[in-house]
């Protein structure tokens, strides 16, 4: 079966300081992959996603960044935080024709 | 422009009272509509998914209905386990991306 590990779990982080959050994926190959931010009562806002390795497409201009260094890793980064990247990090796959999204258990970030 | 609207925000609901939840949705094409649960502090957890105007999905206590302007999770007889945030999602047949609902926070007392 397929499993999604995320992590970590919970970050804190100063404010210019680097970012690398990790998300691979188990039991399938060349999924779509993703990164959602969210914030407290509001929707899932897609960061990026990922159809294959190198491709990246970014939705929202931010300070954030995705890499897809190999079939089943999704990485997401900052070279320098801000404030306001504080937030619930989510990181999600989807493979085959129903297309269903699969989350991982989501990595708190705050940024002090 | 695709969106999803959820409705209520918030629902209290006392053990065992019956409700519904409302997700109403405007896409280029629906491709699919799901529902997810999301407990506090973690990743939603997928529940359904719904393709076409007069498909429905139960599981346990839970079912969901779709028409092509919305879709209703039903819950029958809840439990307090059943507290947890429910969140709509769209797929527009031109995407593999979700456009989702900001969620409707459920719970259920004892």
């Known amino acids: 079966s397929q499993t999604i590990h995320q992590w970590p779990a919970t970050l804190v982080q100063p404010v210019g300081s680097p970012l690398s959050l990790e998300c691979t994926v188990e039991g399938t190959s060349n999924p779509n992959l993703y990164w959602y931010r969210q914030a407290a009562g509001r929707g899932l806002q897609l960061l990026f996603y990922?159809?294959?390795?190198?491709?990246i497409s970014s939705e929202v201009p931010q300070n954030l960044s995705a890499s897809r260094p190999q079939d089943r890793q999704f990485i997401l980064s900052s070279k320098k935080l801000l404030l306001s990247d504080s937030g619930f990090y989510l990181c999600?796959?989807?493979?085959?024709?129903?297309?269903?999204?699969?989350f991982g258990a989501g990595t708190r970030l705050s940024v002090l | 422009e695709d969106q999803v609207t959820q409705s209520p925000e918030a629902l209290r609901l006392q053990e065992g009272e019956s409700s519904s939840l409302n997700c109403s949705y405007t896409?280029?094409?629906?491709?699919?509509l799901f529902w997810y649960r999301q407990d506090p502090g973690k990743g939603p957890e997928f529940l359904f998914t719904l393709y076409s105007a007069g498909e429905e999905k139960e599981k346990e206590r839970l079912k969901a209905t779709l028409t092509k302007k919305e879709s209703f999770l039903h819950i029958t007889a809840p439990k307090p386990e059943d507290s947890a945030t429910y969140l709509c999602?769209?797929?527009?047949?031109?995407?593999?991306?979700?456009?989702f609902g900001t969620g409707t926070r459920l719970q259920v007392f004892p």
């Open positions: 999600a796959w989807s493979a085959g024709r129903l297309n269903i999204q699969y």
């Open positions: 990922s159809v294959g390795i190198g491709q």
């Open positions: 999602a769209v797929q527009a047949s031109y995407t593999d991306k979700l456009i």
């Open positions: 896409v280029s094409g629906l491709r699919g």
